[in-house]
C-alpha cells in the first residue's frame, strides 16, 4: 500500500494541530510499512498502541481548541473522533485475539479515515478559525 505523501491539503494553518496531524500521519506510515517489512506480531502491536494514545492526546487538544473558539460544529466533530476510536479500538482487539496479519482492509479504512478526517472535518475548522481570526 502507497504510504500517505503530506499533501498542502492537509495544512490547517494552525501550528500544533499540523505538527501533530504530521507525526499522526508518520505512524499512519510506520504501520502502512509493516506490510512489506517482516514485522514480528509485537512490532504491529507497538505501533498500533502508539497509534491509539497519539490519537486520543491529538483528540483531546483539537476539542479543546473548538471548546476555546467556541466552535458550533464541536459536537459532530466530537461524534466523528469517537466513532473512529471505537472502531480502531475494535480492530486492535480483533488483530490481537486473531494473531492475525495486520489486514490490508483494515490498514485501507485508518489511512483513508485519516486523510478524509484531516482534510474535510479538520479543514472545516481550520477555515472556521481563519475566518473568525480575520474578523
Ligand atoms: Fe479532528
Known amino acids: ?7 498542502n491539503r492537509f495544512n490547517l494553518q494552525i501550528d500544533e494541530i499540523d505538527r501533530q496531524h504530521r507525526r499522526l500521519v508518520d505512524i499512519m506510515n510506520r504501520l502502512i510499512a509493516t506490510e512489506d517489512e517482516k514485522a514480528s506480531d509485537d512490532d504491529i502491536a507497538d505501533i498500533l498502541g502508539a497509534m491509539t494514545n497519539y490519537l486520543g492526546y ?3 487538544t483539537e476539542e479543546q481548541m473548538m471548546l476555546d ?3 458550533p460544529e464541536l459536537e459532530s466533530h466530537r461524534e466523528e473522533h469517537q466513532t ?6 475494535y480492530f486492535i482487539a480483533t488483530y490481537r485475539e486473531g494473531g492475525a496479519s495486520l489486514k490490508s482492509d ?4 485508518l489511512k ?5 478526517h484531516i ?5 472545516a475548522f481550520g477555515d472556521f478559525l481563519r475566518n473568525a481570526n480575520a474578523d
Do not use: N, S
Request: hydrophobic share 50%; glycine share 6%.
Open 1 to 7: 500500500m502507497e504510504k500517505i505523501i503530506w499533501d
Open 58 to 60: 491529538h483528540f483531546d
Open 69 to 71: 473558539h467556541g466552535y
Open 84 to 89: 473512529f476510536v471505537t472502531q480502531t479500538a
Open 106 to 109: 483494515i490498514l485501507l479504512f
Open 112 to 116: 483513508e479515515w485519516l486523510v478524509e
Open 119 to 123: 482534510v474535510k472535518t479538520d479543514g
